[in-house]
């Protein structure tokens, strides 16, 4: 995946391998069960296991497996008024 910004400062291109995505998801489950099973007293802790909640771990790492057979594919290509550029690419 690459991820390039562009800006009247900034001309940022990061390649981001597929392996880091789907290891991020899987971490995140790993985080979400370390939250619920600890004692949350902080407020930052209990937002982030809300958010955490709400999102469907296993369809995001199955939509990042299915990404992988469609190289080049934009998924994002935004262009501001102010010149500034975002693209997203498989």
Sequence with gaps: MKVVIRNKSINLSI???????T?????TKFIQKCLN??????E??????EILNALDMDMIAYAL???KGYKGL???????KDGSY????V
Aim: charged share 25%.
């Design 15 to 21: 390649p981001v391998p597929m392996f880091i995505l």
């Design 23 to 27: 290891s991020g998801v899987r971490l």
């Design 37 to 42: 099973n600890s004692n949350m007293k902080d």
């Design 44 to 49: 930052s802790a209990q937002k982030a296991n």
């Design 65 to 67: 497996k299915e990404l």
């Design 74 to 80: 934009t998924l994002v290509e935004v262009e501001g």
């Design 86 to 89: 975002v693209l997203v690419k």
